[in-house]
Protein backbone atom coordinates (compact mmCIF):
# COMPACT_ATOMS: atom_id res chain seq x y z
CA UNK A 1 0.00 0.00 0.00
CA UNK A 2 1.41 3.62 -0.96
CA UNK A 3 1.98 5.11 2.22
CA UNK A 4 0.63 8.28 0.93
CA UNK A 5 -2.26 7.49 -1.32
CA UNK A 6 -3.42 11.33 -2.19
CA UNK A 7 0.08 11.57 -3.50
CA UNK A 8 -0.17 13.75 -7.09
CA UNK A 9 2.82 11.26 -8.19
CA UNK A 10 1.21 9.08 -11.23
CA UNK A 11 3.11 5.83 -9.59
CA UNK A 12 2.89 6.45 -6.03
CA UNK A 13 5.17 3.72 -4.26
CA UNK A 14 5.28 1.52 -1.27
CA UNK A 15 7.28 2.53 1.34
CA UNK A 16 9.17 -0.28 3.22
CA UNK A 17 9.16 1.01 7.33
CA UNK A 18 11.89 -1.20 9.25
CA UNK A 19 10.50 -3.51 11.80
CA UNK A 20 11.77 -1.84 14.70
CA UNK A 21 10.10 1.39 13.99
CA UNK A 22 6.59 -0.41 12.34
CA UNK A 23 3.57 0.62 14.17
CA UNK A 24 0.59 -1.26 12.62
CA UNK A 25 -1.71 0.75 14.69
CA UNK A 26 -0.77 3.62 12.57
CA UNK A 27 -0.42 1.88 9.68
CA UNK A 28 -4.39 0.72 9.83
CA UNK A 29 -6.43 2.78 12.53
CA UNK A 30 -4.74 6.33 11.31
CA UNK A 31 -5.56 6.40 7.80
CA UNK A 32 -2.99 8.94 5.68
CA UNK A 33 -4.66 12.48 4.34
CA UNK A 34 -3.25 15.48 2.74
CA UNK A 35 -4.67 18.98 1.96
CA UNK A 36 -5.62 19.66 -1.62
CA UNK A 37 -3.69 22.67 -1.53
CA UNK A 38 0.35 19.84 -0.74
CA UNK A 39 1.11 19.82 -4.61
CA UNK A 40 1.33 24.07 -4.84
CA UNK A 41 2.82 24.17 -1.20
CA UNK A 42 5.58 22.33 -1.59
CA UNK A 43 6.36 24.50 -4.73
CA UNK A 44 5.85 27.69 -3.34
CA UNK A 45 8.07 26.58 -0.23
CA UNK A 46 10.62 25.87 -2.15
CA UNK A 47 10.85 29.07 -3.84
CA UNK A 48 10.51 30.81 -0.15
CA UNK A 49 13.42 28.69 1.04
CA UNK A 50 15.51 29.83 -2.67
CA UNK A 51 14.38 33.62 -1.91
CA UNK A 52 14.99 33.88 1.62
CA UNK A 53 18.57 32.72 0.67
CA UNK A 54 17.39 29.99 4.06
CA UNK A 55 19.53 27.25 1.71
CA UNK A 56 21.71 27.11 -1.35
CA UNK A 57 20.29 26.53 -4.72
CA UNK A 58 22.49 23.42 -5.48
CA UNK A 59 20.90 22.11 -2.06
CA UNK A 60 16.94 23.00 -2.41
CA UNK A 61 17.10 21.62 -5.78
CA UNK A 62 18.58 18.26 -4.65
CA UNK A 63 17.06 18.19 -1.49
CA UNK A 64 14.50 20.24 -0.87
CA UNK A 65 11.43 17.97 -2.16
CA UNK A 66 12.84 14.54 -0.65
CA UNK A 67 12.86 16.41 3.12
CA UNK A 68 9.09 16.51 2.61
CA UNK A 69 8.89 19.30 5.12
CA UNK A 70 6.04 20.25 3.37
CA UNK A 71 4.04 16.82 3.46
CA UNK A 72 4.48 17.03 6.84
CA UNK A 73 2.61 19.92 7.41
CA UNK A 74 -0.09 19.45 4.70
CA UNK A 75 -1.00 15.95 6.36
CA UNK A 76 -1.47 17.64 9.86
CA UNK A 77 -3.53 21.15 9.27
CA UNK A 78 -6.60 19.77 7.15
CA UNK A 79 -9.14 22.54 6.06
CA UNK A 80 -6.62 25.12 6.68
CA UNK A 81 -6.97 28.19 4.09
CA UNK A 82 -4.53 27.53 1.70
CA UNK A 83 -2.74 31.03 2.56
CA UNK A 84 -2.40 29.67 6.38
CA UNK A 85 -1.31 26.18 5.09
CA UNK A 86 1.44 28.07 3.17
CA UNK A 87 2.27 30.30 6.04
CA UNK A 88 2.89 27.63 8.57
CA UNK A 89 4.81 25.58 5.77
CA UNK A 90 7.15 28.06 5.26
CA UNK A 91 7.59 28.55 9.11
CA UNK A 92 8.23 24.76 9.56
CA UNK A 93 11.12 24.26 6.91
CA UNK A 94 12.40 27.74 8.25
CA UNK A 95 12.37 25.79 11.93
CA UNK A 96 14.34 22.63 10.25
CA UNK A 97 16.59 25.09 8.97
CA UNK A 98 17.51 26.86 12.17
CA UNK A 99 17.36 23.51 13.66
CA UNK A 100 20.05 22.55 11.58
CA UNK A 101 22.13 25.95 12.19
CA UNK A 102 22.00 25.22 15.63
CA UNK A 103 23.57 21.53 15.18
CA UNK A 104 26.11 22.89 12.95
CA UNK A 105 27.05 25.63 15.66
CA UNK A 106 27.34 23.15 17.92
CA UNK A 107 29.39 20.98 16.11
CA UNK A 108 31.80 23.29 15.18
CA UNK A 109 32.03 25.30 18.35
CA UNK A 110 30.21 28.63 17.34
CA UNK A 111 29.05 29.64 20.90
CA UNK A 112 29.49 33.53 20.03
CA UNK A 113 27.27 32.66 16.75
CA UNK A 114 24.52 30.70 18.55
CA UNK A 115 24.45 33.65 21.16
CA UNK A 116 24.07 36.50 18.71
CA UNK A 117 21.30 34.36 16.67
CA UNK A 118 19.65 33.51 19.84
CA UNK A 119 19.19 37.19 20.86
CA UNK A 120 18.47 38.37 17.59
CA UNK A 121 15.38 35.97 17.47
CA UNK A 122 13.98 36.67 20.63
CA UNK A 123 14.05 40.65 19.07
CA UNK A 124 12.50 40.02 15.95
CA UNK A 125 9.55 37.44 17.68
CA UNK A 126 9.03 40.37 19.61
CA UNK A 127 9.44 43.07 16.25
CA UNK A 128 8.72 40.75 13.32
CA UNK A 129 8.66 43.92 10.89
CA UNK A 130 11.49 45.86 11.74
CA UNK A 131 13.79 42.56 10.73
CA UNK A 132 12.52 41.91 7.76
CA UNK A 133 15.44 42.99 6.15
CA UNK A 134 17.97 41.70 8.48
CA UNK A 135 21.42 40.82 7.28
CA UNK A 136 21.35 36.97 8.23
CA UNK A 137 19.04 35.25 6.20
CA UNK A 138 17.27 33.01 9.22
CA UNK A 139 16.23 35.82 11.15
CA UNK A 140 15.11 37.80 8.26
CA UNK A 141 13.03 34.80 7.14
CA UNK A 142 11.81 34.02 10.91
CA UNK A 143 10.42 37.53 10.95
CA UNK A 144 8.81 37.05 7.32
CA UNK A 145 7.39 33.91 8.83
CA UNK A 146 6.37 35.86 12.03
CA UNK A 147 4.58 38.74 10.38
CA UNK A 148 2.26 36.18 8.28
CA UNK A 149 1.77 34.06 10.98
CA UNK A 150 0.80 36.95 13.23
CA UNK A 151 -1.70 38.23 10.58
CA UNK A 152 -4.73 35.68 11.21
CA UNK A 153 -6.11 35.82 14.60
CA UNK A 154 -5.96 38.63 17.33
CA UNK A 155 -3.06 39.79 19.63
CA UNK A 156 -4.32 37.80 21.83
CA UNK A 157 -2.86 34.34 20.03
CA UNK A 158 -0.34 36.25 18.93
CA UNK A 159 1.29 37.00 22.50
CA UNK A 160 0.91 33.24 23.42
CA UNK A 161 2.26 32.16 20.48
CA UNK A 162 5.61 34.50 21.37
CA UNK A 163 5.52 33.71 24.86
CA UNK A 164 5.49 29.81 24.00
CA UNK A 165 8.63 30.26 21.38
CA UNK A 166 10.43 32.26 23.39
CA UNK A 167 10.36 29.41 25.45
CA UNK A 168 11.65 27.50 22.95
CA UNK A 169 14.41 29.48 21.84
CA UNK A 170 16.01 29.10 25.51
CA UNK A 171 15.27 25.26 25.63
CA UNK A 172 17.61 25.39 22.73
CA UNK A 173 19.92 27.78 24.66
CA UNK A 174 19.89 25.06 27.08
CA UNK A 175 20.23 22.24 25.01
CA UNK A 176 23.39 23.87 22.77
CA UNK A 177 25.41 24.08 26.97
CA UNK A 178 24.77 20.42 27.68
CA UNK A 179 25.81 18.97 23.88
CA UNK A 180 28.93 21.63 24.39
CA UNK A 181 29.45 20.35 27.99
CA UNK A 182 28.81 16.89 27.10
CA UNK A 183 26.04 16.84 29.49
CA UNK A 184 23.52 13.80 29.32
CA UNK A 185 19.94 15.16 31.20
CA UNK A 186 18.22 12.73 33.48
CA UNK A 187 15.50 11.29 31.59
CA UNK A 188 12.58 13.48 33.45
CA UNK A 189 15.12 16.32 32.68
CA UNK A 190 15.34 15.19 29.50
CA UNK A 191 11.47 14.89 28.84
CA UNK A 192 10.56 17.97 30.00
CA UNK A 193 13.28 20.06 27.86
CA UNK A 194 11.88 17.84 24.57
CA UNK A 195 8.82 19.40 24.95
CA UNK A 196 9.86 22.46 24.53
CA UNK A 197 12.82 22.07 21.70
CA UNK A 198 10.16 19.87 19.84
CA UNK A 199 8.06 22.69 20.22
CA UNK A 200 4.73 20.93 21.71
CA UNK A 201 2.76 23.84 22.07
CA UNK A 202 3.82 25.66 18.89
CA UNK A 203 2.25 23.14 16.50
CA UNK A 204 -0.78 23.07 18.88
CA UNK A 205 -0.65 26.87 18.65
CA UNK A 206 -1.33 26.43 15.16
CA UNK A 207 -4.23 24.19 15.16
CA UNK A 208 -6.15 27.66 15.63
CA UNK A 209 -5.76 29.38 12.89
CA UNK A 210 -5.85 26.32 10.16
CA UNK A 211 -9.38 26.03 12.21
CA UNK A 212 -10.22 29.96 11.97
CA UNK A 213 -10.67 30.82 15.25
CA UNK A 214 -9.01 31.64 18.49
CA UNK A 215 -10.04 29.23 21.47
CA UNK A 216 -11.21 30.92 25.14
CA UNK A 217 -8.37 29.74 27.46
CA UNK A 218 -11.52 28.28 29.10
CA UNK A 219 -11.57 25.70 26.27
CA UNK A 220 -7.83 25.81 25.44
CA UNK A 221 -6.61 24.76 28.90
CA UNK A 222 -9.36 22.45 29.47
CA UNK A 223 -8.05 19.24 30.52
CA UNK A 224 -10.09 17.31 27.72
CA UNK A 225 -8.39 19.56 25.03
CA UNK A 226 -5.12 19.89 26.22
CA UNK A 227 -4.57 15.62 26.95
CA UNK A 228 -5.06 14.46 23.12
CA UNK A 229 -2.92 17.71 22.16
CA UNK A 230 -0.09 16.59 24.60
CA UNK A 231 -0.24 12.80 23.69
CA UNK A 232 -0.23 13.63 20.02
CA UNK A 233 2.99 15.75 20.33
CA UNK A 234 4.81 13.42 22.58
CA UNK A 235 4.34 10.64 19.77
CA UNK A 236 5.51 12.82 17.66
CA UNK A 237 8.76 13.55 19.93
CA UNK A 238 9.35 9.70 21.32
CA UNK A 239 8.83 8.36 17.96
CA UNK A 240 11.21 10.79 16.27
CA UNK A 241 13.59 9.85 19.34
CA UNK A 242 13.37 6.35 17.99
CA UNK A 243 14.18 7.43 14.38
CA UNK A 244 16.83 9.27 14.74
CA UNK A 245 19.00 7.25 17.59
CA UNK A 246 21.20 6.08 15.59
CA UNK A 247 21.87 9.52 13.18
CA UNK A 248 22.48 11.15 16.96
CA UNK A 249 24.58 8.16 18.45
CA UNK A 250 26.49 8.76 15.18
CA UNK A 251 26.90 12.31 15.50
CA UNK A 252 27.99 12.14 19.35
CA UNK A 253 24.67 13.42 20.41
CA UNK A 254 23.82 13.80 24.29
CA UNK A 255 19.54 14.38 23.31
CA UNK A 256 17.59 11.68 22.64
CA UNK A 257 15.40 9.70 25.49
CA UNK A 258 17.49 6.51 24.28
CA UNK A 259 20.49 8.18 25.07
CA UNK A 260 19.15 9.33 28.77
CA UNK A 261 17.87 5.59 29.67
CA UNK A 262 21.21 3.99 28.59
CA UNK A 263 22.89 6.54 30.19
CA UNK A 264 21.21 7.18 33.41
CA UNK A 265 18.99 3.97 33.49
CA UNK A 266 21.93 1.62 32.61
CA UNK A 267 20.11 0.14 29.72
CA UNK A 268 21.16 -1.54 26.71
CA UNK A 269 20.68 0.27 23.66
CA UNK A 270 17.98 -3.01 22.84
CA UNK A 271 16.21 -1.99 26.03
CA UNK A 272 16.35 1.41 25.33
CA UNK A 273 14.44 1.15 21.76
CA UNK A 274 12.00 -1.49 23.68
CA UNK A 275 11.06 1.37 26.09
CA UNK A 276 10.59 4.13 23.48
CA UNK A 277 8.63 1.82 21.59
CA UNK A 278 6.48 0.81 24.67
CA UNK A 279 6.01 4.48 25.38
CA UNK A 280 5.20 5.34 21.66
CA UNK A 281 2.35 2.80 22.04
CA UNK A 282 1.25 3.78 24.98
CA UNK A 283 0.94 7.42 23.67
CA UNK A 284 -1.53 6.05 20.98
CA UNK A 285 -3.52 4.03 23.17
CA UNK A 286 -3.69 6.96 25.45
CA UNK A 287 -4.92 9.16 22.48
CA UNK A 288 -7.59 6.49 21.12
CA UNK A 289 -9.58 7.50 24.47
CA UNK A 290 -8.06 11.39 24.99
CA UNK A 291 -9.61 11.69 21.27
CA UNK A 292 -13.01 10.41 22.14
CA UNK A 293 -13.33 12.38 25.23
CA UNK A 294 -12.52 15.32 23.76
CA UNK A 295 -15.00 15.03 20.58
CA UNK A 296 -17.59 14.89 23.03
CA UNK A 297 -16.46 18.09 24.53
CA UNK A 298 -16.65 19.89 21.37
CA UNK A 299 -20.55 18.37 20.93
CA UNK A 300 -21.09 19.86 24.35
CA UNK A 301 -19.79 23.40 23.50
CA UNK A 302 -22.61 23.35 20.75
CA UNK A 303 -25.21 25.45 23.28
CA UNK A 304 -27.51 26.32 20.42
CA UNK A 305 -25.83 29.77 19.82
CA UNK A 306 -23.99 31.11 17.55
CA UNK A 307 -20.94 31.41 19.42
CA UNK A 308 -21.01 27.43 20.63
CA UNK A 309 -21.24 26.34 17.49
CA UNK A 310 -18.23 28.24 16.21
CA UNK A 311 -16.57 26.88 19.14
CA UNK A 312 -17.57 23.34 18.76
CA UNK A 313 -16.73 23.13 15.10
CA UNK A 314 -13.78 24.59 15.77
CA UNK A 315 -12.57 22.06 18.81
CA UNK A 316 -13.38 19.65 16.59
CA UNK A 317 -11.20 20.81 13.85
CA UNK A 318 -8.23 20.81 16.08
CA UNK A 319 -9.15 17.50 17.95
CA UNK A 320 -9.47 16.01 14.33
CA UNK A 321 -6.16 17.54 13.30
CA UNK A 322 -4.80 15.80 16.34
CA UNK A 323 -4.87 12.67 15.19
CA UNK A 324 -3.57 13.51 11.51
CA UNK A 325 -0.54 14.61 13.71
CA UNK A 326 0.21 10.78 14.04
CA UNK A 327 -0.06 9.29 10.49
CA UNK A 328 1.57 12.49 9.47
CA UNK A 329 4.80 11.99 11.89
CA UNK A 330 4.80 8.38 11.44
CA UNK A 331 5.40 8.53 7.69
CA UNK A 332 6.95 11.85 7.52
CA UNK A 333 10.31 9.83 9.41
CA UNK A 334 10.05 7.05 6.51
CA UNK A 335 9.98 9.39 3.70
CA UNK A 336 11.85 12.14 4.57
CA UNK A 337 15.83 12.51 3.63
CA UNK A 338 16.74 13.48 7.23
CA UNK A 339 16.42 10.23 8.66
CA UNK A 340 18.26 8.01 5.98
CA UNK A 341 21.62 7.92 7.98
CA UNK A 342 22.48 4.75 6.00
CA UNK A 343 22.67 6.68 2.44
CA UNK A 344 25.26 9.57 3.75
CA UNK A 345 28.85 9.54 2.83
CA UNK A 346 29.59 10.49 6.74
CA UNK A 347 26.67 9.27 8.82
CA UNK A 348 27.15 11.97 11.70
CA UNK A 349 27.52 14.80 8.49
CA UNK A 350 23.78 15.19 6.67
CA UNK A 351 23.82 16.13 3.36
CA UNK A 352 21.50 18.71 3.20
CA UNK A 353 23.42 21.25 5.61
CA UNK A 354 26.62 23.56 4.98
CA UNK A 355 29.18 23.86 7.42
CA UNK A 356 29.98 27.20 6.74
CA UNK A 357 29.61 29.96 9.20
CA UNK A 358 25.96 31.47 8.77
CA UNK A 359 24.82 34.83 9.48
CA UNK A 360 28.08 36.23 9.77
CA UNK A 361 28.54 37.79 6.18
Known amino acids: MPAFPHSTTS ?9 ALS ?6 AF ?7 WPRLQEKTRTWLLEKRLMPTDMVEEHADGL ?3 DLMAGYYLGAPDEVLQAIADYSAWFFVWDDRHDRDIVHGRPAAWRRLRFRLHRALD ?5 LHHKDPLVAGFADSMVRLYSFLPRTWNARF ?6 VIEAYDREYRNRAERIVPTVEEY ?3 RRLTFAHWIWTDLLEPSAGCELPDLVRNHPVYRRPALLSQEFAAWYNDLCSLPKEIAGDEVHN ?3 SLITHEGRTLEEAVAEIRRRVEECIAEFLVAEQDALRFSDGLADGTVRGKELSAAVRACVCNMRNWFSTVYWFHHESGRYRVDSWDDRSTPPYVTNETAGEK
Open 11 to 19: TPTAIAVPP
Open 23 to 28: LRVIET
Open 31 to 37: PRQVHPY
Open 68 to 70: CYT
Open 127 to 131: APRDH
Open 162 to 167: ARHFHE
Open 191 to 193: LAL
Open 257 to 259: LGI
